[in-house]
């Protein structure tokens, strides 16, 4: 299956000061990213926003707009590519739908196995009671 490709007029990058160290220009250098999809107005087709939607993932907003800060390198650049892979990445999880489980009957052995297990443990609970005493 081929990879879905999201156009870039569909997200939105916004640069912004990275948290954490970074030496002398830390206060100076907005070179952390935000990246903001907004999967309702995408260009996907509906089945594919429904799973993505259904994901229950933290980073998407109750409007249903995924948002992906990325600020592991210290420059702007490779935050940018790195936020988009993980944009792609993400979208590219649900492509292909689930599998359908279909319903089957247990085997015959394993009913036998898992009624004699339940005898087994019956007897030990039944040893756990007080002696009788003749």
Do not use: C, Y
Request: charged content about 30%.
């Amino acid at each position: 299956m081929q990879p879905i490709v999201i156009p870039d007029s569909e997200f939105e990058l916004t640069a912004m000061r990275a948290q954490g160290a970074g030496g002398q220009n830390v206060n100076k250098v907005s070179s952390a990213v935000h990246l903001r999809f907004d999967i309702r107005a995408s260009s996907l087709d509906d089945a594919h926003k429904a799973r993505l939607l259904a994901l229950r993932d933290a980073r998407v907003s109750s409007e249903g707009v995924l948002i992906i800060k990325a600020q592991r390198h210290r420059s702007q650049l490779l935050n940018r590519q790195d936020a988009i892979e993980r944009l792609h990445a993400w979208v590219n999880q649900v492509a292909r739908p689930p599998a359908v489980r279909h319903a089957t009957r247990p085997t015959l052995a394993s009913r036998k196995r898992r009624l004699e297990g339940k005898t087994r443990r019956g007897h030990i609970k039944a040893m756990r009671g007080k002696i009788a005493a003749e």
